[in-house]
């Protein structure tokens, strides 16, 4: 059974970075995509991005294209993101999710999700 | 892209069946069979519940079902169960590996 396992809460000052780790396991990495999902609090999911374990083909949403970076370490099947230049609208639990690995969607696995909190 | 657009909120009593939608455009809904509805209770990650359109992953009750018509896509869960009362997101793929969902329906069994 596949398994998604990320790391911990983090709480940051606007303006830092933060990266978060989505580990798997029970599956073969490079056969699949991972989608980055966030939701902040008591609102809905927002697709972030999308990377290709594969291939490392990436496509990230417009609105974070600029300060976002996904990438993938195939040697120990984890996936990471970063968000850049924190903002206190970046409050949010980030999901990583899988997915085909030439196409964004059908979010099947899902991790446990890892809160982040960006304040002063 | 924007938005699917979905019922802030839905509510049947047990045993009843209710419908949520969920409504894009010509550029995802419409355009690809690969909608995916996900159902998440507070504090818990999403777990889908039905994809491409009318699947249901393995383990998931037959309670649910989906179907399309052209832009919108619906979610129709039949024989409500106090364990059905959660939110439920639909998403689809939008092209070019973009994915957008729904906003999201808080799903109430009265």
């Known amino acids: 059974q596949p398994q998604l396992v990320q790391s911990g809460t983090e709480v940051k000052n606007p303006g830092a970075s933060v990266k978060v780790s989505c580990k798997t396991s029970g599956y073969t990495f490079i056969n699949f995509g991972i989608n980055w999902v966030r939701q902040a609090p008591g609102q809905g999911l927002e697709w972030m991005g999308w990377i290709s374990a594969y291939n490392g083909d990436t496509k990230y949403t417009q609105n974070l294209q600029d300060r976002f970076t996904m990438t993938t370490d195939a040697s120990t099947s984890t996936a990471y993101m970063e968000l850049r230049s924190l903002r206190s609208d970046d409050t949010a639990v980030y999901y990583c999710?899988?997915?085909?690995?030439?196409?964004?969607?059908?979010?099947?696995?899902w991790g446990q999700g890892t809160l982040v909190t960006v304040s002063s | 892209q924007s938005a699917l657009t979905q019922p802030p909120s839905a509510s049947g009593s047990p045993g009843q069946s209710v419908t949520i939608s969920c409504t894009g455009s010509?550029?995802?809904?419409?355009?690809?069979?690969?909608v995916s509805w996900f159902q998440q209770y507070p504090g818990k990650a999403p777990k889908l519940i039905i994809y491409?359109?009318?699947k249901r992953p393995s383990g998931v009750p037959d309670r649910f079902s989906g179907s399309k018509s052209g832009n919108t896509a619906s979610l129709t869960v039949s024989g409500l169960q106090s364990e059905d009362e959660a939110d439920y997101y639909c998403?689809?793929?939008?092209?070019?590996?973009?994915?957008?969902f729904g906003g999201g329906t808080r799903l109430t069994v009265l």
């Open positions: 998403s689809s793929y939008a092209g070019s590996n973009n994915l957008v």
């Open positions: 999710a899988t997915s085909f690995k030439d196409r964004s969607d059908r979010c099947y696995y």
């Open positions: 010509s550029s995802d809904v419409g355009g690809y069979n690969y």
């Open positions: 491409d359109v009318t």
